[in-house]
């Protein structure tokens, strides 16, 4: 089995012999997941001509109609796209603890993503406290990767999850007549930058 033996980035993480299959296969989830993404919300909102990007909510996509099926259906395959990105940033930051508490933050982001499907709007209060767990969740673990990277001198791609994370976070402190804009601004944000790390995670030689 190959492993990820470059000096560099032994360096940086502070150890050898990381996995570069599972980088370079993670890597591909974290492009394919916004794609997916995107996908599904464009589909959702052709499916539901009523849909008005200044008077609703992404979620209330997920009501009633073939878009809710598109919508809940497609969010959970998201998430399981970006946990499995996840394994690969678990592996990338072995032995930084930053770099460890970004990975969890972004699994557990990946996971909410999930919920969010599985609990649409019509389930009641739940589905209101795992969107605002995802919308927390997924800047905190760019910053905390972020972090990572400037600390080991991969500062290209720290200074874009720092801007990310801050996009992301950021579009929420505007005034908006609906929340669907803020969270697709906060999904594009999230999306550019798993796309920018998955095509460096997948160009990692062994």
């Known amino acids: 089995m190959k492993t990820w033996t470059d000096p560099l980035d032994a360096r940086l993480t502070g150890t050898k012999g990381l996995n570069v299959k599972i980088v370079r296969m993670a890597g591909f989830f974290g492009v394919a997941a916004p794609i ?5 919300i464009f589909l959702a ?16 996509l997920g009501v009633e109609g073939f878009g809710s099926v598109i919508f809940n259906s497609g969010l959970p395959m998201t998430g399981a796209l970006l946990m499995m990105f996840s394994l690969g940033l678990f592996e990338v930051t072995r032995g930084c ?19 969010i499907g599985v ?13 605002v767990a995802f919308f927390v969740s997924l800047p905190l673990s760019m910053f905390a990767l972020g972090a990572f990277m400037v600390r080991h001198n991969m500062r290209g791609l720290g200074i874009l999850s720092f801007a990310a994370g801050a996009a992301a976070a950021g579009v929420w402190t505007l005034g908006w007549s609906a929340v669907a804009i ?3 601004l906060s999904a594009l944000a999230a999306g550019v930058w798993s796309a920018a790390l998955g095509l460096w995670m997948t160009r990692k030689e062994g």
Not at 36 to 40: G, I, P, Y
Not at 119 to 131: C, L
């Open 36 to 40: 997916l993404r995107f996908a599904v």
């Open 45 to 60: 909102i052709w499916a539901s001509p009523w849909f008005s990007w200044t008077g609703n909510a992404l979620s209330d």
């Open 97 to 115: 603890w930053a770099g460890r508490l970004g990975s969890a933050l972004f699994l557990a982001s990946a996971l909410l993503l999930c919920a």
């Open 119 to 131: 609990f649409p709007e019509t389930a009641g209060r739940i589905h209101y406290y795992v969107s």
């Open 182 to 184: 803020p969270e697709a």
